[in-house]
């Protein structure tokens, strides 16, 4: 029992102050179980003690059996010296036994002990010392074995091991006492009650050790992000756009966006195409609650569909609005093509297109999927969540807009921006924001932005002073680069790691 | 954004001095192009012997094919540094103007063509590498993989006008394409390019149409068959010296500026720099006669007042067109209103479509990065959640707290994910179905959140066990009553994955939630007070028997069932290797609303 080896460790200290030897004074109990004892007395400093390691030489079971009954060859000498006319060797294992014939006789040849007479062998000696049994004994009784050449013999002939043996020299600590009290792994409510918590002592505690891991949910890391970013629009006083509705048009997706039929990312390659249901119909009023038009934007006057379906016809086809268009053919049915939103800039357009019936300032935002026919890698996913804010106002400037980003960013802790001169198909002018990222020591473009086009609004039948800002980021990329994410699908998706979501930090943007 | 690649060299000495990466990086932002990279540093490919002089590898906006050459970047940026004039244009006036007469079957493939000449044209290697390079980017960019326009140039010396266009069945077209040595077909051209790396990709563009378009020259020379490849005869070469362009198309604008790009980028080469030869195109079947290229500039008014306003500056007429000149217009205060600039849009400029366009180079020549910068006013907007998007956040807090993790899976997955692998049957009325998906993990818009919790936790078999996981999600299913013919749906969905089954713990959850969300569990022979939720025992195929429930709501004195939560069915798990049991929950959570 550990505990009465510890009351057993203070007994035998208590003679004197002089240090104790392990090994001499409990020398048949394992040395892990003294270290556990003295471990505990020591976190209470009752002892103070000091490791020793020694190299100890033991004996195999072979070994031992030699140091019992004598080597292999002593046993063939006995034999053949007793029978004294010579012994048949045939006979000779019958007698011994296989293994003692087989290295005994030769070990015995070599020290000239018998010899061989034909089929017999006969004694040259009349008696012999079995050195290698008094090897043995000796080790046996003090561990130890100085001559090294003996040791490597005996090694060789896997008679003996060699082992390290741990001892501990053991003296009484500042607060030795005779006694060692149980100590009480916990404050409990029966020690409160009965008064023994006086008395009691506690086990000490680890402070170098965590505590115990506490059982938590927790919520996905992009979305923390996200509810950050949601948090700095309605700062900033926007509304949240109705984005639960992944399927569009190919009119809200592109073509009332003044997107070119022929624009590349409308490709097959870059845009998914619905095959089934397998066309929409064209504009018209949703039903109510399809999505929920906020109580703010249920219109005033009822939009025409059928007048902004052919403006924007006519803008591609042949210009209007100051515009001379893109002057080409402009088709019906690639217009009800349904597609996977590109983008949340659909949905934009769509509360752009109902405040036309009550044209007045508003700011919406949205953070929600969007989908792209890419091929998947590191950084490209065929989903990714698109971060995007429009601000409609009269009189708005591009120096505003500027002015609105630095704001917007700082709340995220970019503080240095710049704009470059960027092309977006309904955009004009158009800006891609750089930021100075200080870890990375360069320029890093963190978002697009502009002027939604005349084209655009004025096809809704917005006033041509109402000019209305938008821009975009991925809510992915900049968490990757904020927190070293190097493959998107370790943030998105069913490869992410559950610890990464269950171990990562608050989302503090304007801090991290 | 097409991305060019010119030589270093050669633009720093046509810009007048040498730049740091740096220094032209900064011009390049200001421009509005990027400097994606100078390959000064880097390793550079050895061709014949020769390692390729280092590059500048610029990124043009997708919309300025005035930029997609050497000869472009060049002549913009020297404007925009104020250092060369705006060039001016010129047709000359041969005295027998070459003439390209198009017949009417080409109406059947490939309905217009427009011509040019560049006569004393001197190339040299760079000359003549970026001319046919500006051709390839122009096919790939705005003639959508020569698909729209494509263009050939051949060597006026070689073959003898008029020209036609014509439309004839393949059979009887037979010439000896561009670098080839025996006469072929149409027909047998087509075989012959099927596997060709860079044509055999083009082939599809008329190869099943009963006549193709062909150019011939007087003498019945096949100066090209559009837009897959020209006639051997008439091929351009170093030392080619009047060039003629034939540009076919079925798109007149696309036709149009591919004409304007070819001819305004390279006549800076000929004898007299900028002088372009038109040709006359006779066709007379779909009143398509004129004289191409159409080079004169286009005029076009802008406000003051509204590029002004735009940019927040208050500059004058006459400082406005002082900017624009740097972006290559010629712009003039008009002498009839002092609100009106009038602009002469170059026809290298076809990226201007309306005075928002004149605005903005405005403001880049003015300097982005120099505008005043304002905050726009707080016209009193209210800040406010979409009221679904409230409601799912109430659910996912609770979850959370109640000690589940939040997991964000894709929306888009297989149809047997979706469907047989849940043991459920597709009616073909429910799920929207992706017509091009680049693989199979990508086939339907899923109409369960259950395919994204399940594979989760099959891609998180490493983590210790019970896994408690949900998440509050859209799906989408077909509606044909709407525009867009589906509709989304906000879910919540929980799994538990571990030694025991779970299920009464994912009930626990249910019941948390509903309290959350102030609905009563109502118990049989009870009346509600309020909102109430009930369970039945659920026969279906996605659990194991008898250890499902459908989940019932009384909202508002109406019934209505919900989701339903239960064992998982192990034929379920077998399909998304799951080794032990899992309980699940789904819910449509609109119903609070």
Known sequence: ?512 | MPTISVDKAALFQELGREYTTEEFDELCFEFGIELDEDTTNSDRPIVDGKQEPPQLKIEIPANRYDLLCFEGIALMLNIFLGRNPLPEYKLTQPARMEQIIVKEDTTKIRPYVAGAILRNIKFDQARYASFIALQDKLHQNLARQRTLVSIGTHDLDTVKGPFTYEALPPKDIKFTPLNQTQEMDGEELMNFYEKHQQLGKYLHIIRDSPVYPVIYDSNRTVCSLPPIINGDRSKISLDTTNVLIEITALDKTKLDIVSKMMVTMFSQYTLEPFTIEPVEIVSEHNNETRVTPDIAPRTAEAEVSYINQCCGLSLSPAEICTLLKKMAFRAKPSTTSPDIINVEIPPTRADVLHQCDIMEDVAIAYGFNSLPRAFPNISGTVAQPLPINKLSDIVRVETAMAGWSEVLPLILCSHDENFGWLNRKDDGNTAVKLANPKTLEFQVVRTSLLPGLLKTIRENKHHSVPMKIFEVSDVAFKDLSLERKSRNERHFAAAFYGKTSGFEVVHGLLDRVMAMLKTDFLAEGETPKGDSYYIKELDDPTYFPGHAASIHVRIGGKDKVIGSFGILHPTVLEKYELKYPVSSLELNVEAFM
Do not use: C
């Open chain 1, 1 to 512: 029992m550990a505990s009465d080896l510890t009351n057993q460790i203070l007994d035998a200290l208590s003679a004197s102050d002089a240090p104790i030897l392990s090994s001499e004074a409990f020398p048949s109990t394992p040395s892990l179980n003294v270290k556990s004892a003295l471990d505990r007395l020591e976190s209470r400093q009752m002892v103070q003690y000091e490791t020793l390691e020694k190299e100890i030489v033991t004996l195999t079971a072979e070994g031992q059996e030699i140091a019992a009954n004598g080597s292999h060859e002593a046993k063939v000498f006995a034999v053949v010296l007793a029978a004294m006319d010579g012994l048949k060797i045939s006979d000779l294992p019958g007698i011994v036994g296989k293994e003692n014939a087989k290295v005994g006789q030769g070990n015995a040849f070599k020290r000239g002990w018998i010899k061989k007479d034909k089929d017999l062998l006969r004694a040259s000696a009349d008696s012999i010392v079995d050195e290698t049994q008094q090897q043995l004994l000796a080790v046996q009784k003090t561990k130890t074995l100085d001559d090294k050449k003996v040791v490597a013999d005996l090694k060789r002939r896997k008679l003996i091991g060699l082992a390290k043996e741990l001892a501990f020299k053991i003296t009484k600590g500042p607060k030795y006492a005779r006694e060692f009290v149980k100590e009480q792994t916990d404050l409990t409510p029966e020690m409160i009650a009965n008064g023994s918590w006086k008395t009691a002592h506690l086990k000490p505690y680890n402070f170098n050790a965590k505590g115990a891991p506490t059982p938590s949910g927790t919520l996905h890391p992009l979305n923390k992000v996200r509810q950050e970013f949601r948090n700095i629009f309605f700062d900033m006083g926007f509304e949240e756009m109705p984005t639960n509705r992944f399927v569009e048009t190919g009119f809200w997706n592109f073509d009332a966006l003044f997107v070119p039929q022929q624009h590349p990312a409308r490709d097959l390659q870059d845009t998914f195409y619905i095959s089934d249901p397998a066309v929409a119909d064209p504009p018209r009023e949703d039903p109510p609650n399809e999505p929920n038009p906020p109580a703010q934007l249920k219109a005033d006057n009822p939009l025409d569909y059928k007048k902004y379906w052919d403006n924007v016809r006519e803008v591609h086809e042949h210009g209007k609005f100051g515009s001379i268009g893109y002057r080409y053919p402009w088709s019906a049915d690639e217009s009800l093509r349904l597609v996977l939103r590109t983008h949340t800039t659909s949905i934009s357009t769509y509360m752009l297109h109902k405040l036309a019936a009550n044209p007045r300032p508003a700011r919406f935002f949205s953070i929600d999927r969007v989908f792209r026919n890419e091929s998947v890698d590191a950084t490209h996913l065929a989903e990714f969540h698109q971060v995007e804010g429009v601000i409609a106002d009269f009189g708005l400037t591009l120096g505003g807009l500027i002015g609105f980003m630095e704001v917007f960013f700082a709340k995220m802790g970019i503080h240095k921006l710049r704009f470059k001169p960027a092309y977006n198909p309904y955009t004009e002018p158009s800006m891609e924001i750089f930021g100075y990222h200080d870890g990375l020591g360069k320029w890093v473009e963190i978002g697009n932005s502009g002027m939604f086009r005349p084209e655009m609004l004025e096809s809704m039948g917005l006033p041509k002073d109402l000019r209305v800002y938008g821009w975009g980021l991925s809510l992915e990329r900049p968490t990757m680069i904020k927190y070293g994410v190097s493959n998107i699908r370790e943030l998105l998706g069913h490869k992410v790691d559950l610890h990464f979501i269950e171990t990562n930090p608050a989302i503090r943007l304007e801090k991290d």
